[in-house]
């Protein structure tokens, strides 16, 4: 899913195009036709490709129709897709970072903690997005809130998408890496302490920082 992913946002793929067939994805990503089977089965699902008899899978413009896509909201590549996503990633990830406070477990807490370490500490710019994935996705688990829990999935691909792009653009700027650091510290901090209303605030000011850092560059 992710490296067809990549294909869609660098514009290999555009809506209208045929995909290949699973014989020469698999081949050209290296992976087994029964992982190909199984993401044409999930972006079908998501309204991504159409299966024309006859002709296979054609890319189209989806609807998200209610589900939080970004691998949709690729279709929709502009500088406009890319701050929706960033504005509703803010909104909603303060909020879960403010129950993630009020209700974590002290296991939770040492998730949360372990994450940030590995955000703070490592070089490494594939380490530092899958440590900054598992802060947000420790938080998420803490919010214990299980209709959140439920979304989780697609909240998760959402959080994925933003931490990805903003790591990708910020990650070379002077400074940055330890600007988020400190940022991702306040967080935990406030989680540490059960302060709810701090926990939102270092949320909000961190995701709408990065955001807006993302968009001058990008």
């Not at 890496?177 to 302060?195: C, L, P, V």
């Amino acid at each position: 899913m992710e490296q067809i992913e990549e294909l869609i946002k660098k514009g290999v793929l555009k809506p209208g195009d045929r995909l290949m067939s699973e014989r020469e994805f698999a081949e050209q990503l290296q992976v087994s036709r029964t992982s190909i089977r199984e993401a044409f089965r999930v972006i079908e699902a998501l309204d991504i490709v159409e299966i024309r008899p006859g002709d296979g899978a054609v890319l189209k413009r989806p609807s998200i129709n209610g589900s939080i896509s970004p691998l949709a909201m690729f279709l929709n590549d502009n500088h406009e897709s890319f701050q929706n996503i960033h504005e509703t990633r803010t909104v909603l990830e303060s909020g879960i970072a403010k129950l993630a406070a009020e209700r974590r477990s002290e296991e939770d807490l040492e998730r949360i903690e372990k994450a940030y370490f590995a955000i703070a500490l490592s070089i490494n710019k594939e380490d530092v997005i899958q440590a900054d994935i598992a802060f947000h996705q420790s938080i998420l688990a803490a919010s214990k809130n299980p209709t959140l829990i439920y979304l989780g999935g697609s909240l998760l691909e959402l959080i994925k998408y933003g931490i990805r792009e903003t790591r990708d653009i910020l990650f070379e700027k002077a400074g940055e890496n330890e600007i988020s650091a400190n940022q991702h510290k306040k967080i935990f901090t406030a989680i540490r302490h059960q302060d709810g209303e701090e926990a939102y605030r270092c949320m909000y000011e961190h995701l709408d920082y990065t955001s807006k850092q993302s968009m001058k560059i990008k």
